[in-house]
């Protein structure tokens, strides 16, 4: 059974940073495609970063782009999204999930593993 476990929410000040970790157990990450997703209240979840199963292909939502980076640990079986620049717009609650095909996708419906988010909140 595989479970996604994120960590390293919190609160912010505008400006700062923050690391999400994404820890996954019962298969191995570099078996998958991985995305981070974004909720926050009244919203639709939506699409913040992924990356593929090989590693080497990513993309980033416009919104993020220049300030958030996704990084995978193969050896800790740890996905990361490492959040700076954080804005007030970016509070939201983050999960991270696993999809079992190569290619990563914008669509949340389209992964087959989420983990249970963390909560990021940014003070303007």
């Known amino acids: 059974q595989v479970q996604l476990v994120e960590s390293g929410g919190g609160l912010v000040q505008a400006g700062g940073s923050l690391r999400l970790s994404c820890a996954a157990s019962?298969?191995?990450?570099?078996?998958?495609?991985l995305g981070w997703f974004r909720q926050a209240p009244g919203k639709e979840r939506e699409f913040v970063t992924a990356i593929s199963r090989s590693g080497g292909n990513t993309d980033y939502a416009d919104s993020v782009k220049g300030r958030f980076t996704i990084s995978r640990d193969s050896a800790k079986n740890t996905v990361y999204l490492q959040m700076n620049s954080l804005k007030p717009e970016d509070t939201a609650v983050y999960y991270c999930a696993a999809r079992v095909v190569v290619g990563w996708t914008a669509i949340p419906n389209e992964y087959d593993y989420w983990g249970q988010g963390t909560q990021v909140t940014v003070s303007s």
């Open positions: 019962g298969r191995t990450v570099s078996t998958f495609a």
